[in-house]
């Protein structure tokens, strides 16, 4: 598929997205200024925007990206993975808004599905990356890429590498020395045969 037509896919689910989010927000100002507010319908129209959300994000658009063409069996598994994580997480949020203003007092249990979805966002992500077939070049990266902490070895090198340094400087010293000490010494050798001569 080309750039412009991945382009014009992306901006048909975030158009069909922006609606559905726009008839929520449209359901929640009714309620705020009608002073109307009834959790039942509340909680539904949340439910049904979560699974639209899923639909639209997780099927709809690899399907119509063709994503789903040349499915090896690595990135099917991915695909289920990254399907069943982002359902358990969206039931979760599900959980989470059918807890909201509930009168039993059961708030924490919303808590909870929020916090399931937190969680699953990470392995959602590796999973999603996993379907794509992107999984080997990150894991490629991470093996050629060393830990950028230096470890035991690292320090013994550089100081064996500072040990050598030093040593090659002590060397360039010494030599320098000599020459010097061979110049004076010439220098004085020179000037005693002169002073002879006079």
């Known amino acids: 598929m080309s750039e412009q037509e991945i382009k014009k896919v992306r901006r048909l689910i975030t158009g069909i997205l ?3 989010t726009a008839i929520v927000l449209a359901y929640f100002g009714y309620s705020i200024l009608s002073k109307n507010t009834n959790m039942t319908a509340f909680q539904v129209i949340m439910g049904v925007w979560l699974v639209c ?3 639209l994000l997780d099927v709809l658009e690899p399907y119509l990206l063709k994503e789903f063409e ?3 069996p690595e990135r099917k598994t991915g695909y289920i993975k990254y399907l069943g994580t982002d359902i358990i997480g969206i039931g979760g949020l599900v959980l989470f808004v ?3 203003g509930n009168p039993d007092g059961n708030s924490t249990v919303g808590l909870v599905g929020a916090i399931v979805y937190a969680f699953s966002m990470r392995p959602r992500q590796k999973f999603r990356k996993e379907f ?6 990150v894991v ?3 093996e050629a890429d060393p830990s950028p902490l230096p470890t035991a070895a690292d320090a013994a090198a550089r100081n064996a590498q500072l040990t050598d340094n030093e040593a090659d400087e002590a060397e360039l ?3 320098a020395q000599k020459d010097e000490a061979e110049k004076a010494g010439g220098q004085a050798f020179a000037q005693e045969d002169q002073e002879e001569r006079e």
């Open 70 to 72: 040349d499915l090896t």
């Open 53 to 55: 959300y899923v639909l």
């Open 173 to 175: 010293a010494e030599e």
């Open 98 to 100: 059918f807890m909201l």
């Open 140 to 142: 490629q990266e991470e």
């Open 132 to 137: 794509l077939g992107i999984v080997d070049e």
């Open 18 to 20: 922006i609606g559905l």
